[in-house]
């Protein structure tokens, strides 16, 4: 089991760019392999959840040729599309880490042609995480999908079935969810809707707009005709906000450090964390400086300072399902009380969160009582070093080693393998960002994983 130490930083100094956004990453070998010709993905993100992807398509007889490589694996990809027709997998198709390649390729592999069969797997996370949610749409659409696992869990066995289209209303507000109802709605022949509590991140809707399918909003409602065809598109993946997040907050909570993300996505459903840091305080700039495929990109910049504590609830939620962890570690370094509820959601991810964040702010010295649906964390005391453990969860190792240069002694963050499913690099970056002290030279220039885009910058 792999685990690095971090320790207290000088105020971080930096610009960099993160690597490719995952939710666009996952969905880019998704349409391309839906679309009706070659498309040439760039700035696809390298890590064992998006790889996951590709294997399921290659699987499925997709040809994914790689035209660059990082030491991560490739970040531009040549993909063949076949227009939705998929020959089934010889064998099963393994999920690894990832809910975003199981559920929304349930939603594509419903609507194969009769005959078609897949089973998909997961590791030992991902077999305990809910598959109903998108069972229970896909059934309603005449899917033939089927869970092996307890309580609708994992291995999910799929055999493809004439679709018919739905009117659905989902109970939760997952762009997982409604993204396999909309993939499913392409195989029927007519008008699907979704309904969202709250709106999810909309990159699918987005994307399928770039591929040339019609799709229509109305506040929280999606429409989407089906029998329409993906056109073949060469596609570009701007970088993640949620890796950036790390960052923000480090830099945000940290008097006299400098930040600057480039190339990143600023999507309105995925930026809640910026609005969040400056209710608390932080000074922040975002700068679309230009759209690329659909999605709006730009550049943040933080300057450190002290930050107070604030509530997130209700409709915020949504917006940072993944950055809790890391808003939580804000949190206990804000001055003041920071609340967080309507978070049940966070039981369900890669780890339970609120379990995981709750301990592990306790281990690092800070006072947190634990609700069903969230947390409150008495902000302001010194953290000092622990032993955290991740939970074999990559956004709980990230988030502590953030919290681990804001705090006094060592903190050793363990079973760090995790951290490959999203953020490769993750770990050489934070190691040069407590090195730049010893160098005497703290304004470490990290570059991305796309040596092509680099040189931009
Ligand atoms: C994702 C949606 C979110 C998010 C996950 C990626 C996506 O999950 O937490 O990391 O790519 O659609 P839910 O849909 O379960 O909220």
């Not at 949620?242 to 993300?261: D, E, K, Q």
């Not at 604030?310 to 939620?317: K, L, M, Q, S, W």
């Not at 006094?408 to 970056?429: A, M, N, V």
Request: proline share 4%.
């Amino acid at each position: 089991m792999s685990e690095f130490k971090v320790k207290r930083c000088r105020p971080i100094r930096m610009e960099l760019r993160v690597p490719g956004d995952k939710s666009i990453s996952h969905r880019s070998i998704m349409m391309a392999s839906l679309a009706n010709g070659p498309c040439e993905i760039d700035g696809f993100l390298p890590s064992e959840d998006c790889l996951s992807t590709v294997n399921a398509f290659r699987a499925m007889g997709v040809k994914i040729d790689e035209i660059n490589s990082t030491k991560w694996g490739p970040t531009r990809l040549l993909v063949e599309g076949r227009r939705g027709e998929f020959t089934s997998p010889a064998g099963d198709i393994d999920c690894g880490n990832s809910g975003t390649t199981m559920r929304l390729l349930s939603g594509i592999l419903a609507g194969q042609k009769e005959g078609f069969r897949a089973r998909l797997i997961g590791d030992a996370s991902l077999s305990k995480r809910p598959m109903r949610r998108v069972i229970e749409p896909l059934t309603l659409m005449g899917a033939n999908i089927r869970a092996e696992g307890e309580g609708d869990t994992a291995p999910l066995v799929i055999h493809g079935a004439q679709l018919k289209p739905i009117d659905y209303q989902s109970p939760v507000a997952s762009a997982q969810v409604k993204s396999a109802i909309m993939l499913a709605a392409l195989f029927t022949d007519g008008k699907t809707t979704v309904t969202e509590p709250q709106q999810s991140r909309d990159h699918t809707e987005r994307m399928l707009q770039y591929f040339r399918v019609k799709t229509v909003r109305q506040e929280n409602q999606l429409t989407i005709w089906g029998g329409q065809t993906l056109e073949s598109r060469d596609f570009e993946v701007p970088g993640d906000m949620s890796s950036a997040a790390f960052w923000v907050v480090a830099a945000a909570a940290m008097p006299g450090a400098h930040l600057c993300v480039h190339n990143v996505g600023l999507n309105e459903s995925r930026t809640g964390l910026l609005k969040i840091l400056i209710r608390m305080g932080a000074q922040i700039t975002e700068v679309i400086d230009h759209s690329r495929c659909g999605e709006p990109v730009g550049r943040i910049e933080v300057h450190g300072g002290r930050l107070r504590g604030t509530t997130i609830e209700g409709a915020d939620i949504p917006n940072v399902i993944d950055e809790i962890p890391v808003i939580a570690v804000a949190g206990a370094l804000a001055e003041g009380k920071t609340t967080i509820r309507d978070a049940k959601e966070l039981r369900v991810k890669e780890s339970d969160r609120i379990a995981t964040v709750t301990n592990n702010l306790r281990l690092m010295g800070a006072q947190v009582e634990e609700f069903f649906d969230g947390m409150e964390i008495q902000g302001g005391a010194n953290l000092k070093g622990a032993r955290i453990e991740s939970h074999g969860d990559h956004r709980i190792a990230m988030a502590f080693a953030i919290a681990g240069l804001h705090a006094d002694g060592e903190t050793l963050i363990s079973d760090t393998e995790c951290i490959r499913t999203s953020y490769p690099g993750f770990e050489d970056q934070i190691r040069e960002v407590i090195a730049a002290k010893n160098k005497g030279n703290y304004t470490p220039v990290i570059t991305s994983l796309n040596p092509a885009t680099d040189k931009e910058f």
